[in-house]
């Protein structure tokens, strides 16, 4: 079944989370708007990739969808079933994650049997005897010998132990995967295995992945789709090959001229798009994106953009918008 006609296992529907933060002691509490109105469907057996600089909602998105947090508005549902009605130990079968930091996301006090064994024992899955084939069936499968149960984090590689992360988020045999980050901070030279590792067990297992990442070039060797977060908001969503091959918003374009490359003589690459993040406390008026886009017309500093659909998806951006009546100015 095409992913046209496929319902959406995971879908987030207008889903926002705002914060209160006090500003210092004796400041003013105000409100953060972490995840700005994200509307994304994701169908089964899918990888959608979500990139974005650090700070612009990706990780308070997964949390989320973890059940971590809850939305401030909106609705995020699994197979049609909104997750408020879901408990926390039935949402634990169907998703789970794998986090950025294989070294602090292990117990270093536990053996690699009892770290991977945990949900087995949590959802009271068969006795010792069963946990113990369990575990050692998912070892083989996510590469790892079956002597390495009775070892601690600390006796492992990097590589090795965000294997071990993987085998614990499967053991369970979860639907959905929320991978934040799982390979930066992995050597490259192990990032590649890790990457074809987790592509080989959504196709053996047909899993369903929301894979965050900075990195567009780590989301292009495995995601289907990618949806470009900034701000909290969802500017431009494609599949892979309609994002790559003609990314619309210049915040894309930015984020792609920043991937490193192979090629002799280009050195370092530069986004043209300074250091000054914005403050998400305080963010720009109209188009959030304006202040650093060298693109930007007095139009996009006053009036906010609203999604333009595009042949694989949409792109928030006053260049594509028909109703602009500055669409072909541009500031000095």
Same mark, same amino acid.
């Given at each position: ?75 995020? &549902? $699994?197979?049609?079933? !909104? =997750?408020?009605?879901? /408990?926390?130990?039935?949402? %634990? ?6 986090? #950025? ?68 988020? &499967? $053991?369970?045999?979860? !639907? =959905?995967?929320?991978? /934040?980050?799982?390979?930066? %901070? ?6 590649? #295995? ?139």
């Amino acid at each position: 079944m095409s992913a046209e006609t496929d319902p959406a296992v995971l879908e987030l529907r207008n889903v926002t989370k705002t914060y209160r933060v006090k500003q210092g002691l004796f400041g003013k509490a105000s409100l953060l708007t972490a995840v700005d109105d994200v509307s994304l469907s994701l169908p089964r057996g899918e990888v959608l990739g979500l990139v974005g600089e650090s700070g612009c909602g990706k990780s308070t998105l997964a949390k989320i969808l973890l059940g971590l947090e809850m939305p401030s508005s909106g609705q995020v &549902l $699994i197979d049609g079933t !909104e =997750i408020r009605a879901q /408990d926390r130990l039935s949402l %634990a079968r169907r998703i789970q994650p794998i986090f #950025q930091d294989p070294y602090s996301s292990l117990n270093p006090r536990k053996t690699i049997f009892d770290i991977i064994s945990l949900p087995l024992r949590v959802h009271r899955v068969g006795g010792r005897a069963e946990w113990d084939r369990k575990v050692r069936e998912i070892l083989d499968i996510v590469g790892l010998p079956a002597r390495v149960m009775e070892t601690y984090p600390s006796q492992m590689s990097g590589g090795q132990r965000q294997r071990v992360a993987i085998a614990r988020a &499967l $053991i369970m045999k979860p !639907e =959905i995967v929320i991978c /934040d980050e799982p390979t930066s %901070a992995l050597d490259v030279s192990v990032q590649s #295995q890790i990457l074809n590792l987790l592509g080989d067990l959504r196709r053996e297992f047909g899993l369903t992945y929301l894979f965050i990442s900075h990195d567009l070039a780590v989301v292009e060797h495995l995601a289907t789709r990618v949806a470009v977060m900034y701000l909290g908001r969802i500017v431009e969503e494609a599949d892979v090959a309609g994002l790559f091959d003609e990314a619309m918003h210049p915040y894309t374009r930015a984020l792609l001229k920043s991937v490193l490359t192979p090629e002799p003589g280009l050195g370092v690459p530069d986004t043209q798009l300074g250091v000054a993040y914005p403050n998400p406390i305080d963010p720009p008026s109209g188009c959030q994106f304006h202040p650093r886009c060298p693109m930007a017309t007095e139009y996009c500093q006053t009036t906010k953009p609203v999604p333009i659909p595009t042949r694989t998806g949409h792109v928030e951006c006053h260049l594509h918008d028909p109703n602009n009546p500055m669409k072909n100015e541009k500031v000095a």
